[in-house]
């Protein structure tokens, strides 16, 4: 660690935390995760106990990403027009308005209704899809308000990585949380807790001073020109296009999580209990390399560190697809959020850094399109490729696919593989 005489500061691990509003805005992502990660790991059960068809729980993501998608230009928009806090507070209420309806739907007299209708998951996809727009306005609007929190840019790199550490722990929660529920309390239960979860959220998010919009650069655009502004910046910018394209595919195609209720009950054989467990696993991975990359930041070679990351994802999950034994699937799913961590940060950091504030809201959106609704994209994709080939089999493709996009970027996008984020000293 350096010294104060030698100019470079000492690396504080705790920066971003002593900041008070910054704080608030933790407390209220880890609510609001525990919360959506507690309502999809039961809607996934519900659905799947109602249909028994992997490609039903391949429509869930389908659901949720096309409104996501369909809406994110506009929201980026929105989230670089309009107080950033105030769309923050409605997505949350939305979300809420959500939990509620899914708690209700579960209510002895829902499933009542759910058992009379011959379109029996059509409310449960209806509710999904409200959702989607929902997250579709929350992300660029989270996104470009974080960095707001902070009075300088030395506090980025560390607000980052408590942003992703602490997301990643409420991950690692929230699904045993809603596997536990299921088994012990049922699906109603379930729901309600997630609706409590969503409404501290709300409080939390609403309890954090606004911040007014960064101020424009250049001449005031039109609606048009504004809504792609952020397609055009990552185009133009090899470094990010590349790191949000890796991303892209490897999560489109080597992402089991869709299919672990299949595994945990028609290969694993382990219940509800057992798919918390399971949903877990990477989020354990995840949140405790996030949690050492605060401490050891991830700066030199950083680009073929992700590289490298991402390759291990994609062997981790073949792995996982052969495996017949809990304890060594486990452990594989645990190093796919090793692997997946690296990348998260990497490319958060590279966003983060690379582009000017009072865009932020629509280059994130482009983000959201290209890898937050990929995660449902490449949902709908397990859940079609398990139904065509076989759960196993589809799982096994998605995960060689992605070493194949690995191998490519490394060969094609010569700015990552290069990229090393050392500090320079002063």
């Not at 249909?51 to 039903?56: E, Q, V």
């Not at 209704?113 to 899809?129: D, G, H, K």
């Not at 992703?164 to 699906?187: D, E, N, R």
Request: hydrophobic residues 55%; contains cysteine; positive net charge.
């Amino acid at each position: 660690m350096s010294s104060p005489a030698s100019g470079v500061a000492p690396h504080d691990p705790y920066a971003a935390l002593r900041l008070p509003d910054f704080r608030r805005y933790l407390l209220a992502r880890i609510s609001l995760t525990l919360a959506t990660r507690i309502m999809g790991l039961v809607i996934g059960w519900q659905i799947f106990k109602l249909t028994n068809d992997p490609l039903a729980l391949g429509l869930i993501g389908l659901a949720e990403a096309v409104p996501s998608i369909g809406v994110s230009l506009y929201a980026g928009h929105v989230a670089d027009s309009v107080n950033r806090k105030n769309i923050i507070v409605a997505t949350v209420g939305g979300l809420l308005l959500c939990a509620v309806t899914l708690w209700l739907l579960a209510s002895p007299a829902g499933v009542g209704l759910l058992a009379r209708n011959s379109f029996y998951t059509l409310p449960l996809y209806a509710v999904i899809f409200v959702s989607g727009i929902a997250r579709g306005f929350m992300g660029p609007a989270t996104f470009s308000f974080m960095p707001q929190l902070l009075p300088d840019r030395q506090h980025l790199a560390n607000a980052i990585t408590w942003n992703s550490t602490t997301w990643q722990a409420a991950s690692v929660l929230g699904p045993a949380i809603g596997g536990y529920l299921i088994a012990h309390l049922g699906i109603a239960n379930a729901y309600f807790t997630a609706t409590v979860l969503l409404a501290v959220a709300l409080l939390l998010f609403a309890s954090i001073a606004p911040r007014p919009l960064p101020a424009a650069v250049g001449a005031k655009e039109d609606l048009k020109t504004s809504v792609l502004s952020g397609i055009r910046f990552i185009w133009s910018n090899q470094l990010i296009l590349a790191a949000i394209s890796l991303d892209l595919f490897a999560v489109l195609f080597g992402g089991a999580v869709a299919l672990l209720p299949v595994f945990a009950v028609d290969i694993l054989k382990v219940g509800a209990a057992g798919l918390g467990h399971l949903e877990a696993a990477p989020a354990v991975g995840s949140v405790l390399m996030a949690t050492l990359l605060t401490y050891f930041p991830l700066y030199r070679h950083a680009g073929r560190k992700l590289l490298w990351a991402v390759a291990g994802f994609g062997l981790a999950t073949i792995a996982f697809a052969l495996s017949t034994n809990i304890w060594l699937s486990l452990l594989l799913l645990f190093f796919t959020g090793v692997f997946d961590s690296v990348s998260v940060i990497v490319r958060s950091t590279l966003l983060h850094t690379f582009t000017p504030e009072h865009i932020k809201g629509r280059v994130s959106a482009v983000n959201n399109i290209f890898i937050g609704s990929s995660n449902e994209i490449g949902s709908f994709e397990s859940g079609a490729a398990a139904k065509l080939m076989g759960t196993v089999t589809s799982v096994v493709f998605g995960g060689t696919m992605t070493l194949l996009v690995v191998g490519l970027t490394a060969l094609k996008a010569d700015k990552l593989r290069r990229l090393d984020m050392t500090p320079v000293k002063e």
